[in-house]
């Protein structure tokens, strides 16, 4: 009996993807680190485990490509986390021997490490960091509102360098009018930014006392932000540097021991820029006493903690900067949605999100507090954004509306109409502006009307009722004038509709007819339930069902699913449907009841 055809004797050259595929445990012995060093590598590395097809040592080891292991065996992080472990070891040695002296002098010179050479190396273009900069800043915004906790290693400095970093990027989205989205969620406030052509989506957490589970592993977490704090200190500089404003920013400290962070650099945006503008100073003495004020700001920033995550400190930094900036047509839209809008800010709002959205699309912002730049009394004051049923004073120079009414103008990109958002009143559904309506296959009433205001803010006049010949058209003008209700209007544009079908269908058999096939046949084939379908789609089946057939069984398989996810999708617009038919009959009856009760 021979050898087996794929027999190799121990201790030979290895093969497949038993040479290209390492566990986890023979990377660590590879590297000689520990598992939560090479944890840290990988994440500050980029390199995550592979699923390889054959798993060579069983389905339970992690597996990682050894071409990643050996990308970190070449790092000289690496060596340096060996330094540092080495000396760890240094000083539980002298705590051992209760020196306490010589542990004390070890941690004041306890060697660190930086993440420059990473981050370069990652990225090697700007662009690229923009484009991963989603989680960054969503992680960074989680902490900045959590709570310092010594149990979990969550440091105080640690939060306190996430707000800054939140509150340099808000202030320069808002100053330079980058911000394009904004949307109110249960989990948080979406916001979206373009920046050099990139869109840039992140999360920003309530600001509400968050409560730490158990069931989530904050090394980790922490680690990835020890990386995404480097990265995004890297952006903010290149921003700051790209409107030829001086980074970090030295902020004023009354005006951040006040809690107006993002106002404070708005402010320091604007004298820097200005410093820039005037001509170097030759004589040395007015340098000298330069430097030293920006040395007493910057002691007596570090002197004192920053007592809460509000942006509003640092609005006014990049006030005259921003307007060297080429801006395209999106730019100058957002930038003068809210020109000549003084709106002032009740104490129940929530602040911090509408002092970084309001200067974002040009007006101008106050709050109740100490440092707002005008006070309640001001008779200039345009709107007032309030969240409470009752008023103590009212002034009838403007208009009182609620924080929605804020997104749903930045979103629609016109200035809708404040009645449906007065106090006290059930504002109109918050529509999210990430979801495509067409794509979804249902479009809510509220959106048509945001359309017919933002066609008539275009003046885009569509034809009067009865002297065009598109009914739907002419149902959606009689619905703007309130001449039918909205089921009449429905029901006229189903009816156009199904015309089209119609009219389509009869081209169709004309073609057939003069190509020489007969669809006399197909004609009488149709039963009385096929006319709920539109007929794009019977064609469409008709005409994949013989093509269906030579498909193979995994094409088969893939077209069964995209019909099972149309079939789910239309379930559940005509389960909105539903819904919205259930509550305009409650509504009707609720009306009849109390007409009833008037009589």
């Known amino acids: 009996m021979g050898k087996p055809k794929h027999y190799r004797p121990p201790g030979k050259k290895k093969e497949g993807n038993a040479a290209r595929y390492v566990t986890r445990s023979q990377a660590i012995k590879i590297l000689q680190v520990s598992l939560s060093d090479f944890r840290k590598l990988c994440i500050h590395k980029g390199v995550f485990p592979r699923e390889p097809k054959k798993k060579v040592k069983g389905n339970h080891h992690t597996y990682y490509h050894l071409k990643d292991v050996m990308y970190i065996l070449h790092d000289p992080l690496l060596e ?138 904050f090394n980790v977490m922490l680690t990835f932000l020890e990386f995404y704090e480097a990265l995004l200190g890297f952006v903010n500089f290149q921003l700051y540097h790209s409107i030829n404003v001086k980074y970090p920013p030295i902020l004023d400290p009354r005006l951040e021991a006040l809690a107006a962070d993002l106002y404070a650099l708005s402010r320091y945006f604007d004298a820097n820029h200005r410093a820039a503008i005037q001509e170097p100073q030759v004589a040395g003495s007015s340098r000298s006493e330069q430097e030293q004020e920006e040395s007493d700001l910057r002691l007596a920033q570090l002197q004192h903690q920053l007592p809460a995550n509000e942006p509003g400190a640092l609005m006014h930094l990049v006030q005259d900067a921003s307007s060297e900036i080429e801006e395209d047509e999106t730019t100058r839209n957002c930038k003068n949605l809210f020109q000549n809008k003084k709106i002032f800010l009740s104490r129940e709002v929530p602040r911090e999100s509408l002092l970084f959205v309001i200067p974002a699309f040009g007006g101008i912002v106050s709050w109740e507090g100490d440092g707002a730049p005008f006070a309640e009394s001001d008779d200039s004051i345009t709107h007032q954004i309030v969240d409470r049923p009752t008023q103590g004073h009212v002034y009838l120079s403007r208009e009182y509306v609620q924080p929605q009414w804020v997104y749903d103008c930045i979103n629609a990109r016109i200035i809708l109409p404040t009645e449906p958002y007065m106090v006290g009143r059930d504002p109109p559904p918050h529509l999210s502006p990430f979801v495509d309506d067409e794509a979804e296959g249902y479009v809510p009433d509220y959106a048509k009307t945001i359309r017919q205001l933002q066609a008539a803010a275009k003046s885009d006049i569509q034809p009067l009722p009865g002297t065009g010949n598109d009914e739907l058209d002419s149902s959606q003008n009689m619905l703007a004038e309130g001449f039918i209700n909205r089921t009449e209007a429905m029901e006229a544009a189903e009816k156009k509709q199904e015309m089209m079908f119609l009219e389509k269908q009869y081209h169709n058999e004309l073609k057939m007819e003069l190509q020489g096939v007969s669809s006399i046949n197909k004609l009488n084939s149709e039963d009385t339930e096929s006319k709920e379908q539109s007929l794009p789609d019977v064609e469409k089946q008709s005409a994949e069902d013989p093509s269906r057939l030579m498909m193979s069984r995994k094409k088969r398989g893939l077209y069964k699913a995209i019909e099972m996810g149309k079939q789910q999708k239309k379930e559940r617009v005509e389960k909105l449907k539903e819904r919205k038919r259930n509550i305009e009959a409650a509504q009707k009856s609720e009306k009849k009841h109390k007409k009833a009760q008037v009589s």
């Not at 340099?168 to 949307?183: C, D, G, M, N, P």
């Open 80 to 217: 340096k986390f060996r330094e540092i472990r080495a000396y760890q070891r240094k000083i539980k040695k002298a705590k051992a021997k209760k020196n306490d002296e010589l542990a004390k002098l070890l941690l004041s010179r306890a060697p660190s490490y930086r993440l420059d050479m990473v981050i370069r190396d990652r990225y090697p273009t700007f662009i690229d960091a923009l484009r991963d900069l989603d989680d960054p800043l969503t992680m960074v915004h989680l902490f900045a509102m959590l709570p310092a906790i010594d149990r979990l290693k969550i440091e105080v400095k640690r939060i306190h360098n996430c707000r800054r970093l939140c509150h340099e990027w808000q202030a320069y989205i808002s100053r330079t009018h980058k911000l394009r989205k904004v949307f109110v969620a249960v989990k948080g406030i979406y916001y979206q930014a373009e920046v050099d052509g990139q869109k840039i989506t992140w999360l920003a957490p309530h600001a509400r006392q968050q409560v730490l589970t158990d069931d989530v592993d």
